[in-house]
């Protein structure tokens, strides 16, 4: 009987100790972190262990890969899950010499291990052999040194030299077998979502290649992070990652991950106000996507595109009244909120429940402009298909994953926040297309309102004598020292997550943001190959990436 055949209680008893006999010899050590064990294995045994782990205990989610420099070693760890259970984690640490960071490749295991192997190759330095393309992916290829190096020397001049200025269609422009060519799409190609580049190749009218190139916008987060202490000086930078929508959503997640680390019990009326706000900040994140995605496929800027803007500057505005701000709110405190809801309450809940009765007919008018719009279902049904076992492998998550049929929502599947105690359901199309994730997103916009009314409900409700609004926190935290933790929450693009190391010191030792963007992106030409130009922008717009939290 494999592991996943084990009944519930058995699993949750004796996971570790299963796990330690399945992996057997392959196991060096065990390096638990607070919230999975973990397992120290040799770095020419990586892909026997995972391969293990995913085929014989069910770990087909590969959610995250961390690199790191010690003193005396390099450490690459890859953090999995199931996609039916998230709460089973465990955590594979692979140590390297400093005198030779080389390390078995787990792309063959999980495809989304090649993007995050190229950026632990490119930020810290750690090669990996089997690797189907190592090179970096976030700076250029010509730099000097691992900016997460311990060694890395800021000051040392880059210098490009004139190869990197060669003619791109050189190789591409034609061939024996068929006519070829090269095409750029962006870097500053509206349809590309910010500063992205789409090299193409393409064979007639089809698509035969495209490769992302990204790392245009050096953010240094995680680098600014590790800078600043946990207590005051992280929060105000998750705002920044994904800079259109999300920014509650990304201060949840640092918030989870820290109380998690620092074991801070967060109120419960702090945690529905933190829930309906995070739902604001989902909707109108949905609004942009939607609203950018039919101008990307149609073209249509003056009903389409501004009537999404009209409704998500609604939610901006209840936002507003919220934190104070209508962007960088820097709301959520490690233990709660900053303040409570704003005076006179009824007022606010009123302006809440306003925008909430106004939703439903203009989700009504999004159906009849754009998913019963003919031009669009041309455009998009049966186009970017993404079979489910694609998407799993490529760690693609939230409505990516969802348009696939793959049923996985951390607000049900880990609990969080007030989530568990409200009823609302999890949105999942199964059409495996690019009219599939515009669906989810309309859905999930209706299940979204759900949970703020439900929220407004408690909150008008709330006995005014057991409104806190944050718990007693210390002014300064000091997790124990080599305290490791992964911990993530349902974004608006999906699996938001965070690693953390402390070191005893009252800053992390190690900060390594999870995108969702940076794993679904790497779908790209699964969905593009064979399919044409128009499709290929059709696909982007569907994975709703924002290319600073991309590059972070």
Known sequence: MSLEESTPDTVEETTAEELEDLL??????????????????????????????????????????????YEDRYESIYHLRKYDDPTDEVSVVVPTPTDDPVSESAEPVYRTADWH??????????????????RRILLPETWQGHPLGRDYDQDRPQVVPLREHANPLQEDHASDAGDTMFLNIGPHHPATHGVLHLKTVLDG???????????YLHRCEEQICQQGTYRYQIMPYPDRWDYISAGLLNEWAYARVAEDLADIEVPEYAQV????????CRIAAHMLAVGTFALDVYGDFTAIFMYAVRDREKAQNILEELTGQRLMFNYFRLGGVVWDLPEPRDEFFEMVRDFLDDLPEALEEYHDLISANEILQVRT????????????????TGPVARGSGVDYDLRRDDPYGYYDELDWNVAVEDGCDNYSRLLVRLREVEESAKIIEQCVDLLEDWPEDDRTIQSNVPRTIRPDDDAEIYRAVEGAKGELGIYMRADGTEKPARFKIRSPCFSNLQTLPEMSNGEYIPDLIASLGSLDIVLGEVDR
Do not use: W
Not at 56 to 64: I, L, P, R, T
């Open 205 to 215: 009218e089809q698509v035969v290649d495209v490769e992302s190139d990204i790392g």
């Open 117 to 134: 192997e190229r950026e632990a190759y490119d930020l810290v330095g750690i090669e990996y052999e089997d690797h189907p393309d190592l």
């Open 24 to 69: 057997g010899d392959l196991v060096l050590d065990r390096d638990d972190h607070l919230n999975a064990p973990g397992f120290v294995v040799r770095p020419d045994e990586v892909q026997e262990t995972l391969f293990r782990l995913r085929d014989e205990a069910g770990f087909d989610h590969c959610s995250c890969v961390t690199a790191q420099e």
């Open 381 to 396: 049904v049966d186009t970017g298909v993404l079979p489910p076992e694609v998407a799993k492998s490529y760690g693609a």
């Open 273 to 280: 106000i933190r829930t309906m706000g995070a739902e604001l």
